[in-house]
C-alpha cells in the first residue's frame, strides 16, 4: 500500500487549540477562510466537496473564428449603403461638452477649425509668487514670435535687420546681482533706438588719422536718414548659454524692420553698438524677410543644443519681449458648436495627408537636420538649403495644414470647400487634399458625438478605410492571385 504524500496527510495539520490555522494554505492555496467563506453560500453537493478552484472538466475548445477580410482587398466594391445618424439634442447648459471651433486671421487670411473640450469649472490655478526664473523659451512664446514675423512679413515689409547683443564681464556681474536685468537694459536700448529712428541721424567717419567728419552727398545733403513718422518695430528673444569657462554668458537676439544703404552702415553699426553701450552688437541684414522667424528661433537655442543643454540658461524676468505695433492680432472666432463627428473628420484628414505627402514632410525634416550640421558657407549647405527650399514650396502650395486636433485652411475657397466636404452626403466632392467619405457621413454642427450603432459603424469605416490607405498599393495580378487563395483557403475552411 502506498503512503500518502505529507502534504495530504491530515495528521500533520497543525493543531491551535483544537483548531486549524486560519493562514494555513490547503494544497489548492485556499486559505482556512476562503474555505469557509465558501461553504457558507448555497452550493450544490458536488461544488460544496470540491478542493480545488479548477473547472470541474476541461472546457470544449472555441471554434475557430473566421477571418474577416474587407471586400476591397480582393478586388470586389466596398459597400456604399447609407447610414442615418439618430437626431441627438445638444449639451445641456452648465455641462461639460466638445465643441468644433471656427476661426478666422484676417491679416494672413487663414480659417482654423479646431476642437475644444470644456474642462471642470471652478478651477484656478496657483497664485505666482517669489521671482520669476525660466529656463526655456515657452511654446506660446515661440507661437508668438513667430506670428509677430508672419505678420510683419505680410503687412508691413518684414524684419529686415537682426542684432546679437552681448553682455561685458561688469554687466554680467550686475545681472548675476539683481541690479538690473536683460529685460531693463534692453528696454533701455529699445527707447534709444526708437528716439534715433524718429528724429533721424547722421552718418559720422573716421579718416586714417582718428579725425571724425560728415560727408555730404551730390545734393549737397550730409548723408544719414531723417526722421520717419511711423514707429520702429522690434522683437527679441533672451538666452543665457555657458561661455568657456562654464559661466552663463547671457545675450539677446533682436530683429528690427530697419535696414540702411551699404554705403551707410559702418557708421550706422558703430552708432548702434555706442548706443547698447553694455558690451558687443553684431548686426546682420536679413536677405529673406519671410524665413525671419526661423532665423531667430534657430539663433536663440543653436549655442545651447552645441554645447548639449536641454535648456537655454536660466534667466530672471522676461526672456521676449515684442512692440504693440509688431503683435499679431489673435484669431476671432466665428462659432462654437457640437462637437458631433469633426473631431474624427480632423484626425481623417491629417492621417490622409500625412500618407499622400509623407515622404515630403520626411524629407524636409531630414534637409533641416542636415543644413544645421553642414559647416556655413560651404557648397554642402548650399545644396542643402536649396533642396529644402524646393520641398517648402512645393508643401506651401497646399492650402491645407492639418495637425490630429485642429486644421489651418489659406483662403476662404480652401474653407468653404473644407466645409462643403464635411457636410455633404456627395462622396464624389472631393479635392486632392480631402480624403474620401462614405454616403451619410454628415457634419451636423447643431448636435452631439451620436451615441448610438450609426457612430459604432462610423468609426469601423474609419478603421478600415484608415487601414487600407496605410496598405502598399497592389496591382492585377497580385489582386487575383489573393482572391484565387482566399477562395482555396475558404474550401479548406469548409471541408
Known amino acids: 500500500m502506498q503512503t500518502p504524500s505529507p502534504l495530504l496527510n491530515l495528521n500533520n495539520l497543525p493543531q491551535f487549540a483544537g483548531q486549524c490555522d486560519p493562514a494555513f494554505l490547503f494544497p489548492d492555496d485556499m486559505t482556512l477562510a476562503e474555505v469557509q467563506a465558501d461553504a457558507r453560500r448555497p ?18 475548445p472555441k471554434p475557430a473564428e473566421t477571418v474577416h477580410i474587407p471586400q476591397s482587398w480582393i478586388g470586389r466594391p466596398e459597400r456604399q449603403t447609407a447610414i442615418e445618424p439618430t437626431k441627438l439634442a445638444g449639451t445641456p447648459e452648465g455641462q461639460r461638452a466638445a465643441y468644433t471651433v471656427l476661426q478666422f486671421r484676417e491679416w494672413s487670411d487663414e480659417y482654423r477649425i479646431r476642437t475644444r473640450v470644456e474642462t471642470t469649472a471652478g478651477t484656478t490655478p496657483p497664485e505666482q509668487a517669489g521671482p520669476r526664473i525660466t529656463a526655456n523659451l515657452s511654446q506660446r512664446a515661440a507661437r508668438k514670435v513667430a506670428e509677430s514675423c508672419s505678420y510683419v512679413s505680410l503687412q508691413k515689409g518684414g524684419y529686415r535687420t537682426f542684432f546679437t547683443l552681448t553682455f561685458d564681464a561688469e554687466h554680467r556681474a550686475a545681472i548675476d546681482a539683481g541690479e538690473t536685468s536683460i529685460q531693463r537694459e534692453v528696454s533701455r536700448f529699445m527707447d534709444g533706438l526708437q528716439k534715433m529712428w524718429r528724429r533721424g541721424w547722421k552718418a559720422e567717419f573716421t579718416a586714417p588719422h582718428g579725425r571724425k567728419f560728415y560727408c555730404a552727398d551730390k545734393g549737397g545733403e550730409v548723408m544719414g536718414e531723417p526722421g520717419k513718422d511711423k514707429e520702429l518695430l522690434y522683437v527679441w528673444v533672451a538666452e543665457a548659454p555657458d561661455n568657456e569657462h562654464g559661466k552663463p554668458n547671457p545675450h539677446v537676439h533682436v530683429l528690427i ?8 552702415f559702418p557708421s550706422w553699426a558703430k552708432r548702434i553698438e555706442s548706443l547698447w553701450g553694455q558690451g558687443i552688437a553684431h548686426i546682420e541684414k536679413i536677405k529673406d524677410t519671410d524665413a525671419a522667424a526661423s532665423y531667430m528661433m534657430k539663433a536663440a537655442g543653436y549655442l545651447c543644443k552645441a554645447q548639449g543643454k536641454s535648456d537655454q540658461g536660466e534667466i530672471r524676468g522676461n526672456r521676449y519681449g515684442i512692440c504693440a505695433a509688431a ?7 466665428l462659432s462654437e458648436t457640437q462637437l458631433h463627428i469633426m473631431g474624427r473628420l480632423i484626425a481623417d484628414v491629417h492621417e490622409h495627408l500625412t500618407q499622400r505627402h509623407g515622404e515630403d514632410y520626411r524629407r524636409r525634416k531630414v534637409l533641416a537636420q542636415y543644413l544645421e550640421k553642414a559647416p556655413k558657407g560651404s557648397k554642402t549647405r548650399h545644396a542643402v538649403g536649396k533642396a529644402l527650399q524646393k520641398v517648402r514650396r512645393k508643401l506651401e502650395k497646399l492650402p491645407i495644414v492639418a495637425s490630429k486636433h485642429q486644421i489651418l485652411l489659406k483662403g476662404k475657397h480652401a474653407f468653404w470647400l473644407f466645409l462643403q466636404w464635411a457636410r455633404t452626403n456627395d462622396a464624389g466632392q472631393v479635392t486632392n487634399w480631402l480624403p474620401e467619405k462614405g454616403p451619410g457621413e454628415v457634419w451636423n454642427p447643431g448636435e452631439t458625438r451620436p451615441p448610438c450603432q450609426w457612430y459604432a459603424e462610423f468609426k469601423e469605416r474609419h478603421y478600415w478605410r484608415r487601414a487600407l490607405r496605410k496598405m502598399p498599393q497592389w496591382s492585377d495580378l497580385e489582386f487575383t492571385q489573393a482572391a484565387n487563395d482566399y477562395e482555396q483557403y475558404a474550401a479548406i475552411a469548409a471541408a
Open 327 to 333: 503683435r499679431a492680432p489673435e484669431w476671432a472666432t
Open 257 to 264: 524692420n530697419w535696414r540702411v544703404k551699404y554705403s551707410l
Open 43 to 60: 452550493l450544490s453537493e458536488a461544488k460544496r466537496h470540491r478542493l480545488v478552484k479548477a473547472s470541474k472538466c476541461p472546457t470544449a
